[in-house]
């Protein structure tokens, strides 16, 4: 969602300053809420759902946090799936929350930042390329028509006589 939001940065549809606001302050909130769930119910939420349907995942947090600590919780940011976990792990391992929030929100920042930066050249290269596909449309077109036939062609071609008598 946020790469697509990016891309009408460039189109001038959306601002930058409220893109990443909105993206810094939701996996604020986000990462802020499970790191305490995590230390109000240290042990309880493995059980819960989805957690609970994915025990993998958890003790592939549950060892990157253990392993690393602080520098989990930076590096987890950029790992999509065990990013969902380490503050819950986090919190669970009674991570003190001042130094949790202290290496947690430049992590954010520097993931908003890499979020963002490739959605905007997306969308500038969108813009720049429409000049050009009203050129290409049409060859395209004949190409997907052409290779659509010749698809066609090669299955008839092909067709077992016994299919026809029966089809």
């Not at 001038?12 to 119910?41: E, K, M, P, T």
């Not at 690393?68 to 065990?82: D, E, M, N, S």
Request: proline share 7%; net charge positive.
């Amino acid at each position: 969602i946020i790469l697509s939001l990016s891309a009408l940065i460039a189109t001038g549809d959306l601002n930058l300053a409220a893109v990443f606001a909105a993206a810094v302050s939701g996996a604020i909130v986000g990462d802020g809420s499970a790191f305490w769930i995590g230390h109000r119910h240290p042990r309880e939420f493995r059980n819960w759902w989805p957690l609970n349907r994915r025990p993998d995942l958890v003790e592939r947090g549950s060892l990157l946090f253990q392993q690393y600590g602080g520098t989990a919780v930076f590096a987890a940011r950029f790992l999509p799936p065990v990013r969902a976990f380490v503050p819950i792990m986090a919190g669970a391992a009674e991570m003190a929350p001042l130094r949790f929030f202290s290496i947690n929100v430049p992590a954010i920042l520097c993931w908003a930042c890499a979020h963002i930066t490739p959605g905007i050249l997306a969308g500038t290269i969108y813009g720049q390329a429409g000049t050009i596909a009203k050129h290409l449309a049409m060859p395209v077109i004949a190409g997907l028509a052409a290779i659509a036939l010749l698809f066609w062609i090669r299955r008839r071609w092909n067709r077992n006589p016994a299919e026809e008598e029966t089809g």
